[in-house]
């Protein structure tokens, strides 16, 4: 019995030394990288702008009351009070931030039919000081809305423009810890 155990550990101790070597490299693999090189989140003179656009959209046309005869047509579940359409309009959003062109462009409804929320998400790094901000959203019959701003941004601060249906909304990190 004890013959047999010796020759069952001089066969296996090049797998244990292999096995014991491999999960050392990988220890020290994870142990350098969890520490080495460090990581900087923000650069110590820039402010990041993050432009949040989420709308419900415009409808393209009109709801409209069906006859009678375009009733009978339907089966009895599909006959609605009224029929309206699904698509939406599209976007146009321009931002400009001291006085420069930041970010121009549409945005289209989500969705096979163009009937979905209208969404956007931007991220731009800023000096950071005072920054001028001025968004204007175009939409269909909406027109034209305007937000503008001066704010005060520190070094590593996060500032969020978000455009929802229910308006402008301006938030500053700092502000929101004071």
């Not at 702008?49 to 069906?66: A, M």
């Not at 400009?96 to 989500?110: C, E, R, T």
């Not at 969404?119 to 939409?139: C, D, H, M, P, W």
């Amino acid at each position: 019995m004890q013959k047999l155990a010796n020759t069952f550990y001089e066969q296996k101790w090049p797998q244990l030394v292999a096995h014991a070597s491999f999960y050392l490299c990988i220890g020290l693999f994870i142990g350098y990288f969890s520490s080495s090189p460090v990581y900087e989140h923000a650069d110590s003179q820039t402010a990041e702008l993050k432009l949040v656009v989420r709308h419900s959209g415009i409808l393209v046309g009109q709801c409209r009351t069906p006859g009678d005869a375009e009733l009978k047509k339907l089966p009895p579940n599909m006959r609605a009070p009224e029929i309206c359409p699904r698509e939406k309009s599209s976007m146009l959003v321009s931002l400009m931030v001291n006085g420069d062109a930041f970010y121009s462009g549409v945005i289209n409804p989500a969705g096979l039919h163009r009937d979905g929320v209208l969404a956007l998400y931007k991220r731009f790094t800023l000096r950071a000081g005072q920054i001028s901000v001025r968004l204007v959203i175009e939409n269909g019959k909406d027109g034209i809305q305007v937000f503008e701003e001066v704010i005060e941004a520190i070094p590593a601060d996060v500032l969020v423009l978000e455009y929802r249906d229910a308006g402008f909304h301006l938030s500053n990190a700092a502000q929101r810890e004071a």
